[in-house]
């Protein structure tokens, strides 16, 4: 049994989980980002993204998805040889949850 590695990306919204970030496409269109192409930075790490996710667990008010993945030596040995996985399957799920709208001081009680 190996030790389940947890990830998060933030995200502006549900329906932006997964998406690229939006670029401007030039001649030739191809309906793909090509280097040079303007593109919005929304992850903020300076260059275009397949997926917008940016590294942290957000904000307020932020979508997180939360992502565990597990390699589970699930194979019998006889069939190691033919999926070349070495035994393992990599276990996966996903879930996005958006944060509390929090602030920062909270509020005194009764507010
Ligand atoms: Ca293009
Ligand atoms: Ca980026």
Known sequence: MSTAQITQQVYPSFGQVGDPEPFQDKTPFNGSYDVGEPYQDINGNGQWDPDMGAVGVGGPGDVVLYTA???WKALPPL???????????RMRA????????F??????PGQ
């Open 79 to 89: 069939v190691v040889p033919i999926m070349g996985t070495n035994g393992t399957i």
């Open 103 to 108: 602030t920062n001081p909270p509020p005194p």
């Open 94 to 101: 996903s879930v996005a949850v958006r944060n509390e709208p």
């Open 69 to 71: 993945e597990v390699d």
